[in-house]
DNA sequence: CGCCGAATTGTTAGTGGCTAACATTAGGGG
DNA sequence: CCCCTAATGTTAGCCACTAACAATTCGGCG
């Protein structure tokens, strides 16, 4: 039951808490002033998001990458299903991209803290990809090794991504990112 | 300064903290009950141990690994440097390993918190790494790329060596995951 | 062997993230 | 426009972690 006042509030509480994050750090903002400035007491904070970092990290994508990675050819090493499929998965996530994206991105990249929520969130992204590997008969180390690698470089990529000039887009950075995992240095 | 009583102190407390988080999880301990079991106060925990994580998180590996990726030679693509130093470091710190090390991996394994902060650790090596690609004149985010990639695929194998057979050494895993960043599918 | 002083530990009080249980309010569908 | 339910508030509390100051212990020195 999705209500409007659910939404509205949320909303306050998001641009609250980016104002704040913004012009104070994250480190040095804390739930309580959040909860003030969007007019709500801290409890009501955490119903609409399970932690504080939960404000900026959030991913849910991790089905639709693990069927993109499944869809690569089965011959292929793990490695470079992998690759090939995060790479059909950008053209389809890149343009859902919100206007905060790169604010939020630009915040992470600033906070240890938040870096390792976001390293948390990916773990769930490298889980889905892994599964869809070792369905394929892929040994689960070798799933793994892929996935984590994969995962790691773009993530490098999406950190840079936050403080790039605007004319640099996310997709040209993980296109980067991934090349450099190709095998024999292939332009592809 | 470091007196015996200090090593002492700290002896018990990390025996301690084993015991409790093997027998009741990392989570499931609180610092008190560390403090408790080890006869001593909350606050001379947090003396000895910065963080609740901190008695099983440590790498003080960062200065040899950024020596050993630079030892390699200049010409190569970034990836291919970090990778051979990687594996070139391994036979440096194997040897080291003490005898808790398998046990503490395999608990770091088992919360998603410890993982996390490993995760915030890792980080470091690799700013080791990257600041030693970069003063040769690699691109800082080709560098970071390489080095991202080349650790999570290394951490990976580390998680795994945690509950692998007793036989399986953590040098075969690493050179195995290492393996499958080789440009072509080389078997060096 | 005992004493002195520095290093280690304890005490107290507090902050911030987060949760549980229960009471209260408010908004929108009928 | 009223009522019912979803949303919010209240209170109390746990846990990781920190600061400032007081109390100890212990090891090297005479």
New binding site residues.
């Given amino acids: 039951?999705?209500?409007?006042?659910?939404l509205?509030?949320?909303a306050r509480i998001l641009d609250a808490a980016l104002d704040l994050f913004e012009n104070q750090g994250y480190?040095g903002?804390?739930?309580?002033?959040i909860?003030e400035a969007a007019?709500?007491?801290?409890?009501?904070f955490?119903?609409?998001?399970?932690?504080?970092?939960?404000v900026l990290v959030t991913d849910p994508y991790d089905p639709l990458i693990a069927e993109a990675v499944g869809a690569q050819p089965v011959g292929l090493p793990p490695l470079e299903r992998t690759r090939l499929g995060l790479l059909a998965a950008l053209g389809e996530i890149t343009p859902t991209e919100d206007s905060t994206a790169r604010r939020r991105v630009a915040l992470v990249a600033t906070s240890p803290s938040l870096r390792a929520a976001m390293s948390a969130g990916t773990e769930a992204t490298r889980d889905a990809i892994v599964e869809r590997l070792t369905a394929d008969g892929v040994d689960r180390l070798d799933a793994a090794i892929s996935a984590s690698a994969c995962l790691a470089a773009t993530t490098a990529a999406l950190l840079a991504w936050g403080s790039a000039p605007s004319d640099v887009t996310l997709a040209d950075l993980v296109r980067r990112a991934l090349a450099q995992l190709a095998p024999a240095g292939a332009t592809a």
């Fill in positions: 039951m999705v209500t409007p006042r659910t509205r509030t949320r480190d903002t804390t739930v309580n002033q909860a007019g709500v007491t801290p409890m009501t955490f119903r609409h998001f399970p932690t504080k970092d939960a």
